[in-house]
């Protein structure tokens, strides 16, 4: 049974409007929350993170929100640009469980130009 | 140097032969991680080690054979591998005081015939 979950495999979105990027979870255990970026033939690359103590955590364009109580959090991205196409993993961690993350599917953003 | 070195980037081997995956990280990083990713999927973990030594295996099977021989490198020995094994292997590596910010590699994607 997937823990993290992603469940759209694909986003569209044009450049310069915002894309919303979700995740739910079903391990109440999970304390802390990070978004990944994945281009082609490259490894993960790490974008935000967010802590259960937070409900939102902010870098430049991207910011990240946690609602606990309904175990979703959701990756906004704005102005999307063309650059951002990849796709975005949501991975989550429990204290308890030392350093493994639990990763979801995946969604493939596109930014159109 | 912020980075975590995989090589190679490409193998293909048949299911007799005996390769190992490389990688390298001088980033004082303590915890190394292996993680394989079919196409389409989310990374799945297969070994964690912790201060050089194994903390985590993820019930690999034994044709996959970790070593880690100092705190800057982590290898993945292959061996009687299966087509089904083809997959992108990823090494990760994270730090003591910040456990779950992962930093990648570029992946070795690996090809069995």
């Known amino acids: 049974d997937q823990q993290v979950k992603q469940n759209s495999p694909s986003l569209s979105v044009q450049e310069g409007r915002i894309s919303i990027l979700n995740c739910d979870y079903t391990?109440?255990?999970?304390?802390?929350f990070l978004w990944y970026k994945k281009y082609p033939a490259e490894g993960p690359t790490f974008l935000i993170s967010?802590?259960?103590?937070?409900d939102k955590n902010e870098d430049g364009r991207f910011t990240v929100f946690l609602n606990k109580s309904a175990k979703h959090l959701s990756l906004h991205i704005v102005p999307s640009q063309p650059g951002d196409s990849a796709v975005y993993f949501c991975?989550?961690?429990?204290?308890?469980?030392?350093?493994?993350?639990?990763f979801g599917g995946g969604t493939r953003l596109m930014v159109k130009p | 140097d912020t980075e975590v070195t995989q090589t190679p980037k490409h193998l293909v081997m048949g299911m007799t032969n005996k390769k190992s995956l490389k990688c390298e990280q001088h980033?004082?990083?303590?915890?190394m991680y292996w993680y394989k990713q079919k196409a389409k999927k989310p990374p799945e973990l297969m070994f964690v080690?912790?201060?050089?030594?194994?903390?985590i295996n993820e019930s690999v099977p034994s044709r996959f054979s970790p070593e880690c021989p100092n705190s800057s490198l982590l290898n993945l020995h292959l061996h009687a591998l299966q087509p089904e094994d083809s997959a992108l292997y990823l090494c990760?590596?994270?730090?003591?005081?910040?456990?779950?910010?992962?930093?990648f590699g570029s992946g070795t994607r690996l090809t069995v015939v």
């Open positions: 990760a590596s994270s730090h003591p005081d910040r456990p779950y910010g992962y930093t």
């Open positions: 391990n109440s255990m999970f304390d802390y």
């Open positions: 967010i802590s259960s103590i937070k």
């Open positions: 991975a989550a961690s429990a204290s308890w469980a030392g350093n493994m993350l639990t």
């Open positions: 980033m004082g990083h303590r915890a």
């Open positions: 080690y912790s201060y050089e030594k194994l903390s």
